[in-house]
Nanobody, 124 residues
């Protein structure tokens, strides 16, 4: 059974940092690209970042580019999202998700399995 579990969320003041982690079970981790998404109350789910299954290439939404960094450790079945210079607009539930294939995507319909999410709250 495929499982994705996110952790590391919390509350932080604007300008602060958080590191989200996602641990995966039940599939061949190396075969999947990993995406990070977020959803704020009353808003659509937004693709934040993704990392490929093969060469570690990455992509970011314009809203987080230069502030967030995605990485993965295939030996540990882990993916990380380092979030720096956080803003109140970053407040949301953050999800990790997986998709087969090597190409990058920030559209949620591309992804097959999702975690339950972790709350990030940034206060001004």
């Amino acid at each position: 059974e495929v499982q994705l579990v996110e952790f590391g969320g919390g509350s932080v003041q604007a300008g602060g940092s958080l590191r989200l982690s996602c641990v995966a079970f039940g599939f061949t981790f190396d075969d999947y690209a990993i995406g990070w998404f977020r959803q704020a109350p009353g808003k659509e789910r937004e693709g934040v970042s993704c990392i490929s299954s093969s060469d570690g290439s990455t992509d970011y939404s314009d809203s987080v580019k230069g502030r967030f960094t995605v990485s993965r450790d295939n030996a540990k079945n882990m993916v990380y999202l380092q979030m720096n210079s956080l803003k109140p607009d970053d407040t949301a539930v953050y999800y990790c998700a997986i998709k087969r294939g090597i190409y990058l995507a920030l559209e949620s319909y591309e992804y097959d399995y999702w975690g339950q999410g972790t709350q990030v709250t940034v206060s001004s």
